[in-house]
């Protein structure tokens, strides 16, 4: 289960205490343009924070896994991190890092829009950083969510090649102003569109 910053409040424990999860997925952390973690945005300080630290401890005491997010969303941010290996070392140091420090099981990996040239160097990625949390932590995961288009196939491929230990590729949709009427991530269609839950 993915627990965004923006519902860490009170009451979300005992909300917590009644589902039946395998793992807690704590969304989001990211990178600064060096590299560190931000330690600026909510999702880390909500992580980080009395809260965070009891949800963590809350689930370990209840046998459930607890994996830190992170994302990197943005073609321009996802370029300039995939083109440059030292900013990505960078970022899987410090992610092992706070893994270590909040006492997370696993990392899951979220980037979304991505150039396609960029894949193998995805690919890449997700390894390094999963022999790392690894080397850290002999019981360590790393999971990934992807696109459910083909893009996001393509970097569920190398992130299955690279190890991960659970991939998601994210087939739900939003509803915006521009949406065609019906259901936004069908299961099948009947307006003659291609994608579906099912292709």
Do not use: C
């Amino acid at each position: 289960g993915y627990l965004p910053y923006w519902e860490m409040d009170a009451g979300i424990d005992d909300h917590l205490r009644d589902l039946p999860l395998t793992t807690l997925a704590l969304f989001s952390v990211t990178h600064t343009t060096r590299g560190a973690i931000s330690t600026t945005q909510p999702g880390y300080r909500a992580i980080t924070g009395d809260l965070g630290r009891q949800l963590i401890e809350d689930a370990h005491d209840r046998g459930t896994r607890v994996e830190l997010v992170y994302t990197s969303f943005g073609s321009r941010r996802n370029t300039r991190l995939f083109e440059d290996l030292e900013r990505q070392d960078a970022v899987i140091e410090n992610l092992v890092e706070l893994m270590d420090e909040t006492g997370a099981d696993g990392i899951n990996v979220d980037v979304e829009v991505l150039d396609p040239t960029l894949v193998l160097a995805y690919g890449g990625f997700v390894k390094r950083l999963r022999t790392a949390a690894l080397h850290e932590d002999d019981d360590a995961t790393v999971s990934v969510a992807t696109g459910a288009g083909p893009t996001g196939a393509a970097m569920a491929k190398v992130a299955a090649d690279a190890g991960a230990d659970r991939i998601f590729l994210m087939g739900y949709d939003y509803r915006v102003a521009s949406s065609s009427p019906g259901a936004s991530a069908p299961i099948d269609r009947s307006d003659g569109g291609l994608r579906s839950l099912r292709w």
